[in-house]
DNA sequence: CCCTGATTCGC
DNA sequence: GCGAATCAGG
């Protein structure tokens, strides 16, 4: 069964507005979601009228694209007055109760490593940059301890594998159905 | 190249 | 109404 995602229920239309008003992208709101792509989002989001959210102080940016329509030169400057001069957007996408911290992996095999993928990169915290997964790998008080490295999300601690490992969307779970490798 | 959101348009 | 493809930009 493809067990088809349930569209744009209420419920999935109400964690939109809250993860997109939290300042989230487009594509992250997808990832936590489930089920939707990014555009599915944005084109959601603009139905819904939800657009056009806080912009990154200062640019009103119109939109950008017009195609075969000439100027527009129409709009009043109403310059929006910033609500928050001083809020960066903190990390706000504890909807789902994030990451679990490493001193839990010192479990027998409760360590998070259902990603079998090539762990290439893998780096100690001296090498951990900024955009790079800090998902923990190993037992941290020894020394081969490392973290993903993987290139993160934007906005996320983690890669795209990871965060969707500790961001897991509100499943329903009406009969559980986890069916493992999907996509 | 990575990412953003915006728009169009066939379904 | 929906969202992939596309566009425009950072």
Same mark, same amino acid.
């Given at each position: 069964m493809t067990e088809a995602v349930p569209s744009w229920t209420d419920e999935r239309v109400e964690l939109l507005r809250r993860l997109w008003d939290d300042g989230l992208s487009a594509s992250q709101i997808a990832l936590q979601i489930g089920g939707v792509s990014r555009n599915a989002v944005i084109g959601k989001v603009h139905r819904l009228g939800?657009?056009?959210?806080?912009? @990154?102080?200062?640019?009103?940016?119109?939109?950008?694209r017009r195609k075969g329509? *000439?100027? $527009? /030169? $129409?709009?009043?400057?109403? &310059?929006? /007055?910033? *609500?928050?001069? +001083? &809020?960066? *957007?903190?990390?706000? /996408?504890v909807t789902h109760r994030p990451a679990p911290d490493?001193?839990?992996?010192?479990l027998p095999s409760a360590a998070?490593?259902?990603? =079998?993928? =090539?762990?290439?990169e893998r780096v100690t915290i001296m090498d951990l940059?900024?955009?790079?997964?800090?998902w923990p790998m190993g037992?941290? +008080?020894?020394?081969?301890f490392r973290f993903c490295? =993987?290139?993160? /999300? +934007?906005?996320? @601690?983690?890669?795209s594998q990871h965060a969707q490992i500790a961001y897991q969307p509100a499943a329903e779970r009406k009969r559980d159905r986890r069916v493992a490798g999907m996509r």
């Open positions: 939800l657009a056009g959210r806080v912009k @990154p102080l200062g640019q009103v940016a119109a939109n950008g329509d *000439e100027v $527009e /030169i $129409e709009a009043s400057e109403t &310059v929006v /007055i910033v *609500e928050e001069p +001083t &809020v960066p *957007e903190p990390p706000a /996408i490493f001193p839990l992996n010192a998070p490593q259902p990603v =079998a993928l =090539a762990v290439s940059r900024d955009s790079m997964c800090r037992d941290p +008080t020894k020394p081969d490295g =993987a290139r993160s /999300i +934007t906005g996320l @601690p983690y890669c």
